[in-house]
């Protein structure tokens, strides 16, 4: 079995979700995202934890050209692979007491934008990395446009464009990569054994990092993120922050890191400036000016949104260090970040729906009239915070340790976050959970059925994951030290070849 069963199971299930009416339409969806996740840990139970592709599959797609269908999965892919068909199915759930108009198309678009995502993290082509990063754009533009909020439109087409500008530098720099590879090749193997001067490689770092920052978003590329993420329908929030955004990060680590570490690093000297620092600056401002933002929030949707850009900054800020502590700690807190941040939208989803706002004046009391809710609530929020022995414990410590190898200045500025995190987060359900009830939260019924399965779920995964991190750590280990030897080698030719 390869890895285009996991490619193309969610393309055949979302054109089978059309032909589903009313209640059924989302059984259906919730069923074949249930199958793609038991074929991922199937995949993961057959997995081998070394440095090795598995899985592969590469035929000719259009030869003529170089491309091939060529995609795969390592020991990095597989904790995407696992991070997208687990929360797509707990996505689907959560929506479970939503109506939604033309819904067959709605959670159409959710499949079909989950075979593009899935294509993003396991592909070993560049151009069919690019259409993967293109084909999971587009059912998210139609998810906002035509199921967001107010001024849907506009906030969208402000989305689109940005996101789709980022990308044709990305399409510009992989046909570029091609034209230097002997007889032209899209294979990444190929563009990993490239020798380019740091000059050619700093063009090639600016075409990548324009369309990863912008995904992520890295300051100051996140204009686009905050009204998107706050008009969005909630599931379209998760699949932005819970998966969608991970792609920019995993692009820095699969696609720009090992094709321009002498742009980055340049431990040649000369006149080029070192880009790394350039990154490391943008990503620990983020850092600290998000959540400064978040401070002054009063509406729950939007201070998630600001903590987002927030606690991926950090992310962006280890990786980019490029230790093994770095590429390990990021890759278990894009998992565990992923889990927090839904459950984080989860929550203010139902808040919404029974109070019809989501303001933090309007809003007080709740703990005592909704236990449940309260408790999962302060589950997820504690794993946003990173409290230890849950799951953002451990990856923000190994994310915090290679901000601090490569500058001590960083990795103190950087650790606010913490600090920052904690405090407005716990204001924020102080005001919300705390205290007394007023008219309006009163009436706020507990969590029951869908709602209580997918809370529970969430909050299992951010104890598990916290108690016991070594599982996931285990599975990366190899390809993260492959790869830390690639970019040595091409920096330090004499430490021999990968």
């Known amino acids: 079995m390869t890895v285009s069963v996991l490619i193309f199971l969610p393309v055949i299930a979302a054109l089978a979700v059309l032909f589903f009416k009313n209640e059924t339409v989302k059984h259906a969806a919730l069923f074949f995202s249930v199958v793609e996740f038991a074929v991922a840990i199937y995949f993961l139970t057959k997995f081998v934890p070394d440095s090795s592709v598995q899985f592969a599959i590469d035929v000719p797609w259009i030869y003529k050209l170089g491309i091939y269908f060529n995609a795969g999965i390592d020991g990095i892919s597989m904790i995407m692979v696992l991070l997208t068909t687990l929360l797509v199915p707990i996505i689907i759930l959560t929506t479970y007491k939503h109506t939604y108009k033309n819904a067959p198309a709605f959670y159409a678009l959710i499949l079909f934008m989950q075979a593009g995502m899935l294509v993003v993290f396991t592909a070993l082509d560049g151009f069919l990395f690019y259409v993967g990063w293109e084909a999971a ?11 967001g909020g107010q001024d849907r439109v506009r906030i969208t087409l402000k989305f689109f464009i940005y996101t789709f500008a980022g990308s044709l530098f990305m399409l510009t720099t992989i046909i570029y990569l091609y034209l230097q590879t002997p007889g032209g090749s899209y294979d990444i193997s190929q563009f990993y054994a490239l020798h380019l001067d740091n000059v050619r490689q700093t063009w090639v770092f600016w075409g990548f990092f324009l369309a990863f920052a912008i ?33 920019g990060i995993y692009g820095i680590l699969r696609w720009l890191i090992p094709n321009a570490p002498g742009a980055l690093f ?21 850092v600290v000016y998000a959540a400064l933002i978040a401070f002054t929030q009063k509406e729950g949707k939007r201070l998630v949104a600001y903590s987002s850009i927030s606690h991926v900054g950090l992310i962006t800020a280890g990786i980019i260090g490029f230790t093994i502590q770095g590429i390990q700690g990021g890759l278990i807190q894009m998992l565990s970040h992923g889990i927090n941040v839904v459950g984080m939208f989860f929550v203010w989803d139902i808040i919404a729906r029974r109070m019809n706002t989501t303001e933090f004046s309007q809003l007080g009391g709740i703990a005592k009239v909704a236990p449940k809710f309260a408790t999962g609530f302060l589950i997820i929020l504690l794993g946003t915070v990173a409290l230890p022995l849950t799951n953002g414990f451990i990856g923000e410590v190994m994310l915090l340790y290679s901000v601090f190898t490569t500058g001590f200045w960083y990795g103190l500025v950087a650790g606010l976050s913490v600090i920052f995190g904690a405090v407005y987060m716990l204001r924020m359900y102080k005001k919300v959970m705390q205290g007394e009830t007023n008219a309006l939260t009163a009436t706020f019924t507990d969590v029951t059925g869908s709602e209580q399965i997918a809370l529970a779920i969430i909050c299992a995964l951010i104890l598990f994951i916290g108690i016991y991190p070594q599982p996931i750590l285990h599975i990366s280990q190899a390809a993260a030290d492959k790869l830390l030897l690639v970019v040595q080698s091409k920096l330090m030719p004499g430490l021999g070849q990968y």
């Open 215 to 247: 995904k992520i978003p890295v300051f100051p590329f996140h204009t686009w993120q905050p009204d998107t993420y706050t008009t969005a329908p909630s599931a379209g929030s998760m699949m932005l922050s819970g998966i969608m955004l991970k792609m």
């Open 266 to 286: 340049n431990i040649s000297g000369g006149l080029l400036p070192n880009l790394a620092t350039l990154v490391m600056l943008l990503a620990v401002i983020g």
């Open 137 to 147: 754009l587009i059912p998210i533009y139609f998810i906002c446009a035509l199921w």
